[in-house]
Nanobody
Framework: QVQLVESGGGLVQAGASLRLSCAAS????????TGWFRQAPGKEREFVAG????????LYSDSVKGRFTISRDNAKNTVYLQMNSLKPEDTAVYYC?????????????????WGQGTQVTVSS
């Protein structure tokens, strides 16, 4: 079992950058593929980015490809989401999720572990 805690959210202006962190408990975090999802007010939760347990394979939604970068440091039990060129439409609560499998998936139903989320607000 793994527990996830997100951090790094905040209020920024359009065009700025933020780096989110997802810290995991447990010594076997390297056995979990991890994803970032987000949920804006009045909208369904959507996939943002995912990374394999090894870190060599990544996935991105079309809306963030080229602007966001997911990475992980298994020695620190942490996954990161570097967000550049932020837009107002990126405003949402961002969640980290983990699944006991090698590769990340786009569907939220593939993930059994979730953090509490961190708010990202981008002003225009």
């Amino acid at each position: 079992q793994v527990q996830l805690v997100e951090s790094g959210g905040g209020l920024v202006q359009a065009g700025a950058s933020l780096r989110l962190s997802c810290a995991a408990s447990g010594r076997t975090f390297s056995r979990y593929a991890t994803g970032w999802f987000r949920q804006a007010p009045g909208k369904e939760r959507e996939f943002v980015a995912g990374i394999s347990m090894s870190g060599y394979s990544t996935l991105y939604s079309d809306s963030v490809k080229g602007r966001f970068t997911i990475s992980r440091d298994n020695a620190k039990n942490t996954v990161y989401l570097q967000m550049n060129s932020l837009k107002p439409e990126d405003t949402a609560v961002y969640y980290c999720a983990a699944r006991t499998a090698p590769f990340a998936k786009i569907s939220e139903y593939e993930y059994g572990y979730w953090g509490q989320g961190t708010q990202v607000t981008v002003s225009s």
